[in-house]
């Protein structure tokens, strides 16, 4: 890894081995611009439960919160373990945009002084729309503040590995 990020491999059978990989600062980019994200959780079972969910790619990891009674929490307790996604492909084609994956294990973040960096980083992205405030160990609306005692856990996913699809060079992989 060089000190900008990974450098991605180009997979020989699913794109043009000649292709240049896409620079690690323009995956990240894509990653931080991108407004919906997709997580898949493994339920108990093994079944998969997918969803969609605003998030913040900041610091090199992937944020998301939750409120505590949701499905994905009940998977994440018993199996870190996610793929997310997001995208660019419009109207389902394979052959515009680029779409990636983010594959790793979650871990909750807890440290107040980090919950505030990812507070002020969906604010920055999003405005007011997703204004949180830090309380105890998890986030609350900002317009919700003064009526609950329920926080919602925060999600950090560092990802081991990313994958790029589209974009003229078919699958690059850029591991950690």
Partial sequence: MSQTGP?????????????????????????QDAGLYWIVTVRADGRPHAVPLVGVWHEGAFAFCTTAQEQKVRNLDGNPSVAVTTGTTGAGRWDSGVELVMEGEVARVTDPDRLQRLA???????????????????????????????????????????????????????RF
């Fill in 7 to 31: 450098t991605g491999v180009i997979d020989p059978r699913y794109g043009d081995p000649s292709a240049t990989p896409p620079p690690w600062a323009d995956i990240e980019r894509r990653l």
């Fill in 120 to 174: 002020d980083a969906w604010f920055a992205k999003y405005g007011d729309d997703w204004r949180f405030e830090v309380r105890g160990q998890g986030f609350v609306e900002a317009s919700e503040a003064a009526a609950t005692d329920e926080t919602a856990p925060v999600y950090r996913l560092a990802p081991g590995k990313v994958l790029a699809f589209g974009g003229g060079h078919g699958q690059t992989a850029y």
